[in-house]
């Protein structure tokens, strides 16, 4: 009984250090840093990235409007069935903003989910898309935010509990469900498509909403932009799919016009949480809201992911 207790404690021992192991941070790899950080990044070209990617609706104190959004004091309340996880200051400020971050700093943050104290970022912060995103978009971005106002506001802790509160566990969720290839395989897709599913994919993080998810919090695979439930409250976020009732029967240019107008076929306006998304996705350009409607109607037929 002796030996068989003492080999069970050791079993225990070597499979919790290999659970450590497997759950551990894993940063960007160097040499990829080192190329990230010899970019000169293009601030004019990272203001569009900033867009795309919709920074200042979460990261702009709750209910700014025009040039205060660009003060991206953190503050708003992200709720989900984990907790409610609150938007932290990303000015350029060096105490209470990300202003003494090094550009390798913001790769490991945005590509690999790591804090520069070396710890998982919780993916309420969509690095699970912005894991896509270039080298020179990530050096674009940086550049940008570098130029906009410091803000002093300090950034209030996540309200997680027990035990969604042990960060190191999202290693483990992370060697489930983190990766950075393409959500769906389109055979054949020309460069529109393509460049439309990296602005979905990617930078526009359009999945982490409009994409189903399990128990655990991970993307049902096989759904992905097929809609889900509203995991802030009442009702459904849409299906984008070409087989969904809420934009399925849309053609590319009326989705295209929407991104641009918020205006629908039926000259109804957009409305909810989709509001600051198409004020966002307006400043992009006509040829990459066409990419985005390309990659929608490219996609495969799904049902609605709510039901």
Same mark, same amino acid.
């Given at each position: 009984?002796?030996?068989?207790?003492? @080999?069970?404690?050791?079993?225990?021992?070597?499979?919790?250090?290999?659970?450590?192991?497997?759950?551990?941070?894993?940063?960007?790899?160097?040499?990829?840093? +080192?190329?990230?950080?010899?970019?000169?990044?293009d601030a004019a070209a990272g203001e569009t990235l900033f867009w795309a990617g919709g920074c200042a609706s979460c990261h702009a104190a709750p209910g700014?409007?025009?040039?205060?959004?660009?003060?991206?004091?953190?503050?708003? $309340?992200?709720?989900?069935?984990?907790?409610?996880?609150?938007?932290?200051?990303?000015?350029?400020?060096? *105490?209470?903003?990300?202003?003494?971050?090094?550009?390798?700093?913001?790769?490991? %943050?945005?590509? %690999?989910?790591?804090?520069?104290?070396?710890?998982?970022?919780?993916?309420?912060?969509?690095?699970?898309?912005?894991? $896509?995103?270039?080298?020179?978009?990530?050096?674009?971005?940086?550049?940008?935010?570098?130029?906009?106002?410091? /803000?002093? &506001?300090?950034?209030?802790?996540?309200?997680?509990?027990?035990?969604?509160?042990?960060?190191? /566990?999202?290693? @483990?969720?992370?060697?489930?469900?983190? /990766? *950075?290839?393409?959500?769906?395989?389109?055979?054949?897709?020309?460069?529109?498509?393509? $460049? @439309?599913?990296?602005?979905?994919?990617?930078?526009?993080?359009? @999945?982490?909403?409009?994409?189903?998810?399990?128990?655990?919090?991970?993307?049902?695979?096989?759904?992905?932009?097929?809609?889900?439930?509203?995991? +802030?409250?009442?009702?459904?976020?849409?299906?984008?799919?070409?087989?969904?009732?809420?934009?399925?029967?849309?053609?590319?240019?009326?989705?295209?016009?929407?991104?641009?107008?918020?205006?629908?076929?039926?000259?109804?306006?957009?409305?909810?949480?989709? &509001?600051?998304?198409?004020?966002?996705?307006?400043?992009?350009?006509?040829? *990459?809201? *066409?990419?985005?409607?390309?990659?929608?109607?490219?996609?495969?037929?799904?049902?609605?992911?709510?039901?």
């Open positions: 009984m002796k030996r068989l207790a003492l @080999g069970l404690g050791l079993v225990a021992i070597a499979g919790a250090g290999i659970a450590f192991a497997l759950t551990a941070p894993r940063p960007v790899a160097a040499d990829r840093l +080192e190329a990230i950080a010899a970019i000169d990044g700014s409007e025009g040039d205060a959004k660009l003060v991206l004091s953190g503050g708003v $309340r992200l709720t989900s069935d984990f907790g409610t996880f609150i938007a932290p200051n990303i000015s350029p400020d060096p *105490d209470a903003g990300i202003g003494a971050w090094s550009i390798s700093d913001f790769a490991n %943050a945005m590509l %690999a989910g790591v804090s520069p104290q070396g710890q998982h970022y919780y993916p309420a912060f969509p690095y699970t898309s912005y894991t $896509r995103m270039t080298d020179r978009d990530i050096a674009d971005l940086f550049a940008f935010l570098k130029t906009l106002p410091r /803000s002093t &506001v300090a950034s209030l802790p996540h309200e997680v509990g027990f035990p969604f509160n042990i960060r190191r /566990s999202l290693g @483990g969720w992370k060697l489930l469900f983190f /990766s *950075d290839q393409p959500r769906v395989e389109l055979a054949g897709a020309d460069a529109q498509v393509v $460049r @439309g599913q990296y602005l979905v994919e990617g930078p526009g993080h359009c @999945g982490e909403c409009h994409t189903p998810r399990n128990p655990i919090g991970g993307f049902v695979s096989d759904a992905w932009l097929s809609g889900a439930k509203n995991p +802030e409250g009442e009702g459904v976020i849409p299906n984008l799919t070409p087989g969904g009732k809420s934009i399925g029967g849309w053609s590319a240019s009326d989705i295209a016009y929407y991104l641009e107008s918020g205006f629908t076929p039926d000259f109804d306006s957009v409305g909810g949480s989709m &509001v600051d998304v198409q004020k966002n996705m307006a400043k992009l350009t006509s040829g *990459d809201r *066409d990419a985005i409607a390309a990659y929608l109607k490219a996609l495969p037929e799904r049902a609605n992911g709510w039901e």
